[in-house]
């Protein structure tokens, strides 16, 4: 069941960042140009996704535990540290650089493509250097 | 910026905020996608299953927009190669050494009232504007 669960909200997730514009490169490239084609759609993207998940977190973690499993696994660190500040900064600058982030590159797999096939090669490997140092 | 982009960037926001609510609700879990694919990188013992049945959801997701909203996904020239294998580098570095990227810090750490989170979702979006800047208007397109 939570194999079940985990697959079809990948598969809602996924059609949530395309019908979103989140998996157009470009798109993510012109809401960061605040100073030049500064195209604000991508906020209704976070506020929508935002305004779901700040109603709904605070209700569901008042459960004991999750529907299909035997309890919540949630982040752990407390504190505001360099390691979180600077790789969040160097996120921005990966990100700001391809118009790509974690998720939109993930489901772009799917259209079989050198630029996203190069990107996702190259996250995962970041990844698993960057989780050593965490 | 029209009334149907707007209208489609929030109905997709939703459905992603949903997604994220929707597994944390059944599966206790946060929907931080450089966290769950970083879990994989390697596999821990019992513990992948869940995370490859999400990433499994995604590419599936993905072919459903391929076949049915094609316009999801770009159609002319990307940036170079090398550029995107640099940018593939620091995204995965950033994500693993911060915990988390848009939907892990962004969505559900925000929906937590995580300061972490919130001091990421505000850094990242700070360098990522700042690096469009330079690119877009310090170095104008001799860079690509």
């Not at chain 2, 994989?40 to 590419?59: H, I």
């Not at chain 2, 049915?68 to 620091?90: E, I, N």
């Amino acid at each position: 069941m939570r194999l079940i669960s985990a697959f079809v909200l990948g598969v809602v997730f996924a059609l949530g960042l395309g019908f979103a514009g989140m998996t157009q490169p470009a798109k993510i490239i012109n809401f960061l140009d605040v100073a030049g084609h500064w195209d604000p759609t991508l906020a209704f993207v976070m506020g929508g996704a935002v305004a779901v998940s700040f109603g709904l977190f605070p209700v569901i973690l008042k459960r004991r535990t999750p529907v299909l499993g035997e309890r919540f696994v949630l982040p752990e660190k407390k504190q505001v540290d360099a390691k979180l500040v600077v790789g969040a900064g160097l996120f921005g600058i990966g990100w700001g650089l391809s118009g790509y982030c974690p998720g939109p590159a993930v489901v772009s797999l799917a259209t079989g493509t050198w630029p996203v096939l190069v990107f996702v090669t190259s996250m995962a490997a970041g990844l698993s250097i960057g989780r050593r140092f965490r | 910026m029209d009334a149907i982009s707007v209208l489609t960037a929030l109905g997709g926001g939703v459905l992603i905020g949903g997604a994220a609510s929707g597994l944390l609700f059944l599966n206790g879990r946060i929907a931080g996608i450089s966290g769950i694919v970083g879990g994989l990188l390697p596999p821990q013992r019992g513990e992948g299953f869940w995370r490859l049945a999400f990433v499994l959801g995604l590419l599936v997701g993905g072919v459903l927009l391929l076949r049915t909203y094609p316009a999801a996904f770009p159609t002319f020239q990307a940036p170079s190669l090398a550029r995107l294998a640099a940018a593939g580098l620091l995204v995965g570095f950033g994500t693993g050494l911060s915990n988390g990227c848009t939907s892990g810090h962004g969505v559900c750490g925000l929906a937590r009232r995580s300061l972490r989170s919130l001091v990421a979702t505000i850094t990242f979006m700070g360098t990522g504007a700042l690096t469009v800047y330079v690119v877009n208007h310090v170095l104008r397109g001799n860079f690509r």
